[in-house]
Nanobody, 113 residues
Framework: QVQLVESGGGLVQRGGSLSLSCAAS????????MGWYHQAPGKQRELVAAITSGGTATYPDSVKGRFTISRDNAKNTLYLQMNNLKPEDTAVYYC???????WGQGTQVTVSS
């Protein structure tokens, strides 16, 4: 059974940092591309970072230079380091096994102004 469990969300002030983790089980983690998405109230879920099985990362312009996605295949864990956070980053953050319907339950990130 595939499970993705996020942790690390919380409340932070503008300009602050947070680090999210996504622990995966039930899969051979190292062979899959993984992604982080966020969804703000009333908006569609959007991709904020993706990483291939080989470790190549991609980001939309909105977070480039501020967010860093990484993975530790030995720990079956995906990470998202978020720096210089802005109020518009406020959303529920989800990890996803890319190109599948497997998602984590989400973790709330709130950035106050």
């Amino acid at each position: 059974q595939v499970q993705l469990v996020e942790s690390g969300g919380g409340l932070v002030q503008r300009g602050g940092s947070l680090s999210l983790s996504c622990a995966a089980s039930g899969i051979i983690f190292s062979i899959y591309a993984m992604g982080w998405y966020h969804q703000a109230p009333g908006k569609q879920r959007e991709l904020v970072a993706a990483i291939t099985s080989g470790g190549t990362a991609t980001y939309p312009d909105s977070v480039k230079g501020r967010f860093t996605i990484s993975r530790d295949n030995a720990k079956n864990t995906l990470y998202l380091q978020m720096n210089n956070l802005k109020p518009e980053d406020t959303a529920v953050y989800y990890c996803r096994l890319m190109h599948t319907d497997y998602w984590g339950q989400g973790t709330q990130v709130t950035v106050s102004s």
